[in-house]
């Protein structure tokens, strides 16, 4: 059923169209047809990249304002507060500090113990 107006088979002339084209045809943003994307335009063997390659010029944009989240830590953990005490002399031979130098010396001392830990479920094993 063909008309002589342009108009009515419009539809009918965007549907045999459709069906031409591949079901898995990769497109520009604008929803041309790409043949290569695996190779660039440039000048010779190992050239520069012309900027006539509009499709790679639009992957690199694609690219570069692509943003990846950062890893966000949940550090998990205690602390205590204490005092340490020296009960041995040899520790004075291995270090020069001041609070290891007299037995019975007491050193206030806070202690924090840290780890990084996964989400809810996550393996141990992995740090």
Known sequence: MTSRSKSDNQMADWKE???????NCITTLQGC????KANTMTIGPRGPVLLQDVQFLE?????DRERIPERVVHAKGG??????EITTPELAKYSKASLFQSVGKKT??????STVGGESGS?????
């Open 33 to 36: 047809p790409i043949g290569d």
């Open 17 to 23: 169209k459709q069906t031409l084209r591949k079901e």
């Open 59 to 63: 992957e690199l944009a694609h690219f």
């Open 108 to 113: 206030p001392v806070a202690v924090r113990f």
């Open 79 to 84: 602390g205590a507060f204490g005092y340490l």
């Open 123 to 127: 393996a141990d094993t992995v740090r």
